[in-house]
């Protein structure tokens, strides 16, 4: 029992050790927010925003103000995580309600959908920032994100939101080795982009279609997969499953089980990719028309 307890203790001080450079960096990253004084940190409860919101709470106290942008969007599964571990951590945390399926632009959802979804959400960022006299909006974009296309760092620019994981010089791995030793339940959390990013580029984006995929993917949690998308493209609904669990996923029963439960939610085919999940499936065929492109979202 003792040698299996030292084990225990072993494995999970292994489990927290963190790179020098990624110390470093962290402790960078808390000077880096104590020049800043006070910051409003655009909070989504993904893996990298989390760790911003973590970072900049216990460094700079209630001046660090948690904002997630609420929309229909924003899956009630992410809604509900954010608010836990805001809850959980002392967040100085609020929600504030975005308007970007009002603008015909997002609906289009082309490929720069994003970039009109950042602009309304800084938007209004901006006048709370200014109402509390927080000089500095910041997000949870990681060195990972540079060079690839990413059309919300652009509204980022514009609207002059600072990156402080990209200033200190910290990967997404880095994000979520930190993010472990905390102690932090987004360390090992899928990427989890907004619901939009499932519709297939062209079929716009409405409320109905949005409310079916957080339907399709609560329905996925409830059959007890862990890594995967609800790809909507319109009458066809596309399921990618992350390779370990595709096994499970052919189960006679539950490929069964899937065909029902999806067509209730109104599709007409219900299909599995045979590739599995991956990030950026949505953008394979931008890629392929122009691959000078490498249009590569975190979808």
Not at 44 to 66: H, K, M
Not at 69 to 97: D, V
Not at 198 to 222: Q, S
Not at 224 to 229: A, L, N, Q
Request: aromatic content about 6%.
């Amino acid at each position: 029992m003792i040698i299996e307890q030292e084990d225990a203790v072993r494995a999970g001080e292994e489990s927290a050790r963190v790179s020098s450079d990624a110390e470093a960096k962290e402790a960078q990253l808390r000077s880096l927010f104590e020049e800043m004084g006070a910051v409003l940190v655009a909070y989504s409860g993904g893996v990298d925003s989390s760790y911003v919101a973590y970072i900049a709470a216990e460094t700079l106290g209630e001046r660090a103000l948690c904002i997630t942008g609420e929309s229909a969007s924003l899956a009630l599964h992410q809604r509900e995580e954010a608010l836990r571990l805001a809850e959980r951590f002392g967040l100085h945390h609020e929600f504030m309600r975005t308007e970007e399926l009002d603008d015909p632009r997002y609906q289009m959802n082309a490929p720069d959908r994003c970039y009109f979804c950042k602009t309304e959400l800084y938007g209004k960022l901006a006048p709370i920032a200014h109402e509390r006299g927080i000089a500095f909006i910041v997000d949870g974009s990681t060195t990972d994100d540079l060079g690839d296309y990413r059309p919300g760092r652009v509204a980022a620019s514009e609207h002059g939101v600072r990156s402080p994981l990209i200033e200190v010089g910290l990967s997404k791995r880095e994000v979520r080795e930190l993010s472990r030793r905390a102690h932090l339940p987004t360390w090992d959390k899928p990427a989890s982009p907004c619901l939009s990013s499932r519709i297939a580029y062209g079929t716009t984006v409405t409320i109905k279609r949005l409310t079916t995929v957080d339907r399709g993917e609560e329905i996925m949690r409830e059959l007890g997969f862990r890594e995967f998308r609800v790809r909507h493209h319109d009458e066809l609904v596309r399921l990618e499953i992350a390779p370990a669990e595709l096994s499970s996923a052919l189960r006679r029963e539950v490929v069964d089980e899937l065909a029902r439960r999806f067509r209730a939610l109104g599709f007409r085919y219900v299909t599995l990719d045979l590739h599995g999940y991956r990030t950026g499936a949505m953008n394979e065929i931008l890629n392929s028309r122009n691959p000078e492109s490498r249009i590569q979202n975190p979808e």
